[in-house]
């Protein structure tokens, strides 16, 4: 039967050196008030030290106390003191040697310890979120590890970079392996000595329930595996129950699995999304009308979302990522049609309008919500007719780097998983980094040129591999002012905006030249304008 402690209790539990283990997105699954508790005992006595931190998925809140702007533009110097920077960075905050190895899915949420691997004061490594959330099952059923082809021709292959976000990353986590003749990567698994964990109600028998989650996260799996290997389950709960109350059906986490329970003080540690304490739509509690989720504003990030909504046709199964790809939903619910598609998130949302940042992975409204464990085994095995994703930068080859931009470490997340399989990738983007633009009757227009070219020579880290692309698969490239196509692995342009200058706005701003369509088209006029109501005839026509 598990044992109810304190936060403090709980962090003078972690040993040194211990391998510990976390689960959830964004700021749900995350225990913050264990984590905040792990960081004050570091700084007082110096431990628990040396802490390898193992993650699936950003964890962390952007800074969305600190006048949150965008998922790559955060105000950092003025810290929201109520809630700022939660998640990972809290253990950071301690300063270098609390934890001194870390790999994730993504990590550029977590600002203190970015700063300490860019600093060289701690090992940092990078694998994709499918293949961490699964890996844990594998762990969990005593297997020796994960084969998959997710991986090849990327950053993470151990014949380009292994995974290894800076010099200090030393280890070998990915090997190529053989298999019936084609090649694989293995992921091998590990023990786990600590598992922080989060619910919103423990019984007295220590059953966890996520009535107020947004997300089934993947913490029975990583509970299963930390258990099976000899560690130590800690969760942190906003709520207790009696035993024998809660519904059988609702215990995602069953009390055999949980050594620990910790019930918050702080009711700012159990938000259940970086923007929001308790939003019951996005757990299931009531459906709210569509009209209460704000249109995006109309700029060339609209004109973008739109663009990448035309490519899509009713009955689609459709994947959003962060940042601009995911106001494609509310494009597609502006249009009224959001029925006539199914959204999903990686993190296990399924229908519904999926929430953009600050509180990405949820959605709003969703008809099913699965784990990410369960998710990615749908994405991988080629279950989404259509993934829309950023663009970091380009290169002549179709490769497409978001995951390390020169100093600035964030990781692919999902990115690796979900293009390595997905019938129609979409990558989306401006075409230029501070380009100061106007939209509107039917054209663009360039007021002042960006800074930051985004169509590169060489990436600086495959995340997505062009020449790695199925043959089967479309991949696009929509910009505001271009839209590129990947044809026989080759960069080819087939649209570009009304009101510009092909010459001076793409080519010139362009580090290679791309194959131009000999039917190179003009990008439909109609969602140069404030009000658009085309995509009905889009999905009509298909």
Known sequence: ?????????????????????????????????????????????????????????????????????????????????????????RLGEAGPGLVTKWTSAHIGSAFTLCDQARAEQLESYCLPQGVIVNLWREIAAGRPGLITKTGLGTFVDPRVEGGRMNQSAKDELVKVVEFNG?????????????????????????????????????????????????????????????????????????????DYVVKAQDPMSCWQAEGDYWQPSFSGQIKIPLDEIKPIPFDERKVICRRCAMEMKPGD??????????????????????????????????????????????AFNPQAIITPNDMFDFISGGGLDVTSLGIGEVDEEGNNNV??????????????DITAATKKVIFAGTFMGHAELEVGDGKLKILKEGDIRKFVKKVGQITFSGQFS????????????????????????????PGIDLQKDVLDQMDFVPVIADDLKTMDPAIFEETWGGLADCFSAK
């Open 403 to 416: 995951s390390r931009m020169g100093s600035r470490l964030t990781g692919p997340g999902g990115f690796i």
């Open 182 to 258: 084609e090649e694989y990567l293995f992921y091998p698994g590990f023990d786990i000595d600590v598992a922080l964990l989060r619910g919103t109600i423990a019984d007295e028998d220590g059953n966890i329930s996520f009535a107020h989650e947004s997300m089934i996260n993947e913490g029975l799996a990583v509970a299963e595996a930390t258990k099976n290997t000899g560690g130590t389950v800690i969760v942190q709960v906003e709520y207790l129950a009696k035993k024998e109350t809660l519904n059988p059906k609702d215990i995602k986490i069953p009390g055999i699995l949980v």
């Open 317 to 362: 199964i459709i994947n959003l990522g962060v940042g601009m790809p995911a106001d494609i939903s509310k494009v597609v619910a502006e249009e009224g049609l959001i029925d006539e598609v199914t959204m999903s998130t990686e993190s296990g949302m399924v229908g519904g309008v999926p929430s953009a940042l600050p509180s990405f992975g949820s």
């Open 470 to 497: 199925p043959d089967t698969q479309e991949v696009f490239y929509v910009t505001e002012r271009a839209v590129f196509k990947l044809i026989d692995k080759k960069m080819t342009l087939i649209e570009v905006a």
């Open 1 to 89: 039967m598990a044992k109810f402690i304190s936060a403090r209790e709980a962090a003078q539990l972690i040993p040194d050196g211990a391998t510990v283990a976390v689960a959830g997105m964004g700021l749900s699954g995350w225990a913050e008030e264990i984590a905040c508790a792990i960081r004050d005992n570091y700084q007082e006595t110096g431990h628990p030290k040396g802490l390898y931190l193992k993650q699936a998925s950003a964890l962390g809140d952007w800074g969305v106390g600190n006048s949150f702007i965008g998922w790559d533009r955060v105000k950092r110097d003025e810290p929201d003191k109520e809630h700022g920077n939660r998640g990972a960075t």
